[in-house]
């Protein structure tokens, strides 16, 4: 819509629609911008053309495949270059293209659904921070006309499979693979906190720099982990971290265990009025953790815990970039709530083996 009404506004604006196979006209995105123009009232302005869609005031849209490289490199003047399905053109082909694009003032408008997170463009344009580069997430959230019938079936896929919910709905890439350390072991769905709980486990993770404060609400039933609270921030001031934690349910009355390495920071919640201790730590112990979170039968978080399931879900094994093992380390990134919540269950682990605790779980 907006690029139709730049070429009505722009005489003479040439605008190249594209994308990596287009083979004719019919797998072009010409049918999508006609109609765009017809429900935008624009249709006296424009006629189409055996190639394109032209505009009475000299403007022009040029339809071209990135899979025929001397009918792109032979076109000039491109203002505007919309690359659609992006997610699918090559790195060659982004080589190709952008040297295309180089009117004074050109703009490459891209669109495309998240794939693998080594797309060239989610790599070129999203993972790397560009001052030349705005960048728009729009999702069904977004559609005021979203229909009941999809409704259900983003709701299934929330229940059933988190992670192609996250794919297939929320716009995020796929992670679905071996390196995943909670491959299979956790779910994402609204549940009521059973009222009888006889325990429930707090852990702190101090944020540095840019890096979240986080504080996590857990308990055990039925020889499963329920996440049901969380609180998370990021750059918050030592002042504003007792706000911060009184976000989670019963954190000044319950014991909080959290990361160690700021003493000072433990001081001051203690002098707030919270129960709050320093994790210990030692060689191995976030190896035991991992295991020991992975020796559940089960774990559930609440989908208000949204940063506790995006580290479930995006915290990985290092894997070999030349072969591709995944190798018996696990990558210091997307584990601050993971890392929360192996200090909360540090008594627990430590007080009995990971076997005879698994045994005695009460229903």
Known sequence: MVLAHRALAEPKCRILCTRETQNSLAESALAILQRVVEECGLSPYY??????????????????????????????????CWVEEAQAVTQN??????????????????????????????????QRERNDTAIEKINWQDNPYFPDVLKAELEYDRRVDYDKFLH??????????????????????????????????????????????????????????????????????IDDTP??????????????????????????MLRAGFKIRGAIKGKGSVEDGVSFIRS??????????????????????????????????????????IDAIRYALEGLMRSSGTMAFMENLGT
Request: one cysteine or more.
């Open 296 to 337: 559940f039968r089960g774990v559930v978080i609440h989908e208000r815990c949204r940063h506790v399931a995006d580290d479930f879900r995006l915290y990985k094994y290092k894997e070999d970039n030349l072969t591709g093992d995944i190798l018996p380390k696990l990558e210091d990134r997307n584990n601050n709530a």
């Open 243 to 268: 706000d911060l934690f009184r976000r989670v349910p019963g954190a000044e009355v319950w014991p909080i265990v959290a990361d160690s390495a700021r003493p000072e920071t433990i001081s001051y």
């Open 168 to 237: 297939v709905w929320e716009g995020h890439c796929r992670t679905i693979s071996d390196a995943q350390v909670f491959k299979g072991k956790y779910r994402v769905a609204g549940f009521d906190t059973p009222e009888d709980v006889d325990r429930f486990y707090y852990g702190a993770d101090w944020g540095f720099s840019q890096d979240p404060t986080v504080l996590v609400r857990c308990f055990i039933r039925n020889q499963i982990l329920w996440i049901d609270h969380e609180a998370y921030g990021v750059a918050v001031d």
């Open 47 to 80: 006629k189409p053309t055996r190639e394109g869609l032209r505009c009475i005031n000299g403007s022009y849209f040029i339809f071209r495949g990135l899979q025929n490289p001397d009918r792109v490199k032979s076109l000039d003047e491109i203002k505007y």
């Open 93 to 126: 082909a982004w080589d190709l293209l952008i040297p295309t694009v180089r009117a004074p003032g050109s703009e490459l408008w891209i669109t495309f659904n998240p794939d693998q997170e080594t797309d060239p463009v989610y790599r070129m344009f999203v």
